[in-house]
Nanobody, 131 residues
Framework: QVQLVESGGGLVQAGGSLRLSCAAS????????MGWFRQAPGKEREFVAA????????YYADSVKGRFTISRDNAKNTVYLQMNSLKPEDTAVYYC????????????????????????WGQGTQVTVSS
């Protein structure tokens, strides 16, 4: 089993920055893909970013590309989400997720934007961006 614990959420003014952390424990995640999702009140969960642990390949939602950066620290078994130029619409509960699955050949990277492919989830951390 894999356990995920998020931290780093909080209140920040628009234009500011925040870094989220997701610490993984349990089974090795060296072959996993790690993802960040977010969910605002009354809205569905949406994909933010993902990183393939083995090679560091990253994937981003269009809404955050250029502002957010996902990265990993192998020694700490931790994935980070550096969020810059934050906007009020970034306000949400942010969830860390992990999956050992690989995409079918015809899917490509879009596979990792689907919440249903992730097997493990953290409890979430609140990010609030004020205008």
């Amino acid at each position: 089993q894999v356990q995920l614990v998020e931290s780093g959420g909080g209140l920040v003014q628009a234009g500011g920055s925040l870094r989220l952390s997701c610490a993984a424990s349990g089974r090795t995640i060296s072959t996993y893909t790690m993802g960040w999702f977010r969910q605002a009140p009354g809205k569905e969960r949406e994909f933010v970013a993902a990183i393939r642990w083995s090679n560091g390949n990253t994937y981003y939602a269009d809404s955050v590309k250029g502002r957010f950066t996902i990265s990993r620290d192998n020694a700490k078994n931790t994935v980070y989400l550096q969020m810059n130029s934050l906007k009020p619409e970034d306000t949400a509960v942010y969830y860390c997720a992990a999956t050992p699955k690989l995409p079918p050949t015809l899917w490509g990277s879009i596979y990792y934007t689907r919440a249903s492919v992730y097997d493990y989830w953290g409890q979430g951390t609140q990010v609030t961006v004020s205008s």
